[in-house]
């Protein structure tokens, strides 16, 4: 027998095939495409259904003298696919950062008021969630939403294509926007407000629910053994933390990839007043009685714009991205940058705004403003956590995790900005790792998460902070600060001149 954890992200997904014991037996991947525009930011469902069938094919026939019995998957948070009875009734899903839907939440919010969306549901209500792509299709696509049975994040739909009834984890419900957090079930005042159709939302059940078996059909599509046991998944940035091994308070864990995202574990969850304070949401893990929170913004998407932008010259992208390290200064840049190139994450949630850097000479090298670029994206994430340090909520160290956790650079500029050490792992996909755990937990293979943890994780290099380097960093994000503050207004004003 053998464990399957499959993840479905931005630009690409990953399936990963575990004995019971922790060893890796097999994995294959797939990527697809962003289709941006004016505007916009959507994946085509068609295309993401082939590459994850692409990804779990050739991982299961690697490994097809273990067969899977269970499995479990994972995905970003806010994407969801309309379905009918059997599949699809719409080509696209709308990204979370695709700014559409920001005019149509405006009224509901008005009416619930902020704090309140945010005693209610854990989040700072913002266009990012899938209510307002809902609410934008009501309004411009509703044939589609007339053709809908349910709406369905990414690991729902894929789950359900594989066999298992319509439903949602309590993690993706909140990333609707319209979860009761302490109820753990749709607001019915919140779904009221928004005219939805409630028969569209999923049947809300806790991460690892038992949500079916591979049908037929779903064998057919992904080469899973018919029978196989499906396990209820949800947001990748929880089951991130538990395949970093993050299952108690006090630890967290930042997975670095297209966007980064710092998630801190609660044993239940702060105050709403507290977290509101600090632009943090507060979300179920998917392990009871724990809690999470998100400190996110762009991150490798932005490392990948400026190699684009800048290595042009270099075509092979992991080449390009060893030659720019390389050609970083050792010491912090002179120049700032502000990692807002299109809509920003906690503690701000900035809608519209531009990136800038500032403090450029003639002298100034591109492999200079490469390492202005890592480090603005990472004074970013400061922000958060020196808040969380004032609510009491300190970290002993950083888990990372993602694709961008293989640059030594970027880890030892990064324990050097938090002054924190700075961990890696051996395994980087640590979302489908942590898919594969739950589903050994959940079937029992695994009396709990500590021993399964026991068998999954393996640290790799620590990266401990350098004393002058945080000292002089600790300085430059005051300068970053005040670079915010003075730019955020007139970027947004410049994004709503300029179009987009």
């Known amino acids: 027998m053998s464990l399957l954890g499959i993840d479905v992200g931005t630009t690409g997904c990953k399936a990963v095939i575990y004995a019971v014991d922790g060893r890796r037996l097999a994995a294959g991947s797939a990527c697809y495409r962003v289709e941006r525009g004016a505007g916009k930011a959507e994946l085509p469902v068609a295309e993401v259904e082939a590459a994850v069938a692409e990804a779990v094919h050739r991982a299961v026939s690697s490994a097809a003298g273990d067969p899977v019995t269970a ?42 008021g902020p704090e309140e969306f945010f005693r209610i549901s854990g989040n700072i209500p913002t266009e990012n969630h899938s209510l307002p792509k809902l609410l934008w299709l009501a309004k411009h696509d509703a044939r589609a939403l007339e053709k809908a049975r349910k709406f369905l994040c990414w690991s729902d739909y894929i789950s359900f294509r594989l066999g298992a009834f319509p439903s949602s984890g309590y993690s993706h419900a909140n990333r609707a926007l319209m979860l009761d957090l302490d109820a753990g079930q749709w607001s019915e005042r919140i779904v009221k407000a928004s005219g939805l159709n409630p028969d569209l939302l999923p049947m809300v059940l806790p991460e690892g629910s038992v949500v079916g078996k591979v049908s037929p059909q779903g064998e057919a599509r992904f080469g899973v053994p018919q029978g196989a046991v499906i396990i209820l998944g949800g947001h990748d940035q929880i089951l991130n933390a538990l395949g970093a091994g993050c299952v108690v308070s006090g630890t967290a864990v930042d997975g670095m990839g297209t966007f980064e995202c710092i998630t801190p574990v609660y044993a239940g969850h702060p105050s709403h007043a507290d977290l509101y304070a600090l632009g943090l949401n507060v979300e179920h893990h998917c392990l009871s009685g724990l809690f999470v929170s ?55 949630f900035i809608s519209g705004a531009s990136g800038v850097y500032e403090g450029i000479k003639f002298d100034t090298t591109r492999g200079e403003l490469f390492k202005a670029t ?18 009491g909520i300190r970290m002993d160290e950083l888990v990372v995790t993602g694709g961008a956790s293989a640059s030594d650079a970027w880890l030892a500029l990064k324990a050097d900005i938090f002054n924190l050490p700075v961990v890696r792992l051996e395994v980087r996909d640590a979302g489908a790792m942590g898919a594969a755990m739950l589903a050994g937990i959940r079937t029992d293979v695994y009396r709990d998460a500590a021993e399964a943890a026991s068998l999954y994780v393996r640290r790799a290099e620590r990266f401990e902070p350098n004393a002058e380097r945080a000292r002089i960093y600790a300085e ?8 915010y503050s003075d730019h955020a207004d007139r970027l947004r004003n410049l994004s709503r001149l300029s179009g987009y």
């Not at 998957?73 to 700014?99: Q, Y």
């Not at 480090?375 to 969380?388: D, H, V």
């Not at 430059?476 to 670079?483: A, D, E, I, V």
Request: charged residues 20%; hydrophobic residues 40%; proline residues 9%.
């Open 71 to 112: 499995l479990c998957v994972t995905s970003m948070g806010e994407s969801f696919v309309l379905v009918d009875e059997v599949g699809p009734v719409s080509p696209i899903s709308i990204l979370g950062h695709d700014p559409r839907g920001r005019e149509e939440l405006a009224p509901i919010v008005d009416t619930i």
């Open 374 to 391: 890592l480090e603005g994206i990472t004074y970013y994430f400061l922000e958060s956590l020196r808040r969380l340090e004032g609510f």
């Open 294 to 348: 998100f400190i996110y913004n762009q991150s490798g998407s932005v490392a990948e714009w400026f190699l684009r932008t800048f290595a042009a010259d270099l075509p092979d992208i992991s080449r390009a991205y060893a030659k720019l390290e390389r050609e970083m200064p050792p010491g912090p840049a002179r120049p700032l940058f502000l990692p807002l190139l299109e809509n920003s994450g906690s503690p701000h």
């Open 476 to 483: 430059r994000f005051g300068l970053y600060k005040t670079m």
